[in-house]
């Protein structure tokens, strides 16, 4: 049976990640290729079109990282929660059927009181909070975690633990308070390294928004990877 490794699904988009039209994919690196699948803005419905419309999606490993636009974007227009659960099922099944193991993260949290900045009163007070919305369709992502029989990597939680989201102390966040930064992307890409280099690959796909396209970085956590895949 495929092993799914699900790991925190991350889409980010405010208004400034959709204004990369030029995005294109990027391949980092042989002997281990690397393919970086992500574009500012997208939610999951967006990825799983352009998933339907990609000429290369076999990998023998994928990495799935999507939600943060589906749960913040204004601009973007946010994915209500069965159209979330359905647009991630498919995509686990595509990617899972083109791939011998995937990789699936949860959604990272926000520092809220940046993202409120940029969004009228009341915008999630049917949540109760920003978090709270980010939380409750992590329960989604957990939900087909188990429906796949998926390994979760829980990057939420990773974040909370190293870095926190409180304002004026969190190290993993741009100013924005949604997107990550490379001292973010280089602890993800370590994590991610111990699960994969076990598994031998000679290619790797990562699919997902703006956190895996690498949204204002130099380096986002599919080329940190791919630096530890190829020289370890």
């Not at 699936?104 to 915008?123: R, S, Y």
């Not at 598994?199 to 204002?216: H, Q």
Request: net charge neutral.
């Amino acid at each position: 049976m495929l092993r799914i490794l699900l790991a925190g699904l991350l889409v980010i988009g405010t208004a400034s990640c959709s204004d990369s039209g030029s995005e294109t994919v990027s391949k980092y690196n042989d002997p281990i290729t690397v393919v970086n699948n992500g574009k500012s803005g997208d939610n999951t419905k967006m990825l799983l079109s352009r998933v339907n419309d990609m000429e290369r999606i076999k990998f023998d490993v994928s990495i799935l990282l999507v939600g943060t636009n589906d749960t913040i974007n204004w601009g973007g227009g946010q994915i209500k929660q069965d159209n979330y659960l359905a647009n991630l099922k498919a995509l686990a099944n595509k990617l899972s059927s083109n791939s011998k193991e995937l990789i699936i993260m949860t959604i990272p949290p926000a520092i809220e009181e940046d993202v409120l900045k940029k969004f009228p009163d009341g915008h999630f007070d049917s949540y109760g909070s920003v978090n709270s919305k980010i939380n409750t369709y992590n329960n989604i992502v957990i939900d087909v975690a188990n429906e796949f029989n998926a390994q979760l990597f829980n990057l939420n939680n990773m974040i909370y633990k190293e870095s926190g989201i409180n304002k004026t102390s969190a190290t993993y966040f741009l100013d924005d308070g949604v997107h990550l930064n490379e001292q973010a992307y280089k602890a993800l890409a370590k994590q991610l390294y111990k699960k994969i280099a076990p598994l031998k690959p000679n290619s790797v796909g990562c699919f997902g928004d703006s956190l895996t396209f690498g949204y204002s970085v130099n380096k986002s956590y599919p080329e940190y990877l791919s630096e530890k895949l190829n020289n370890h």
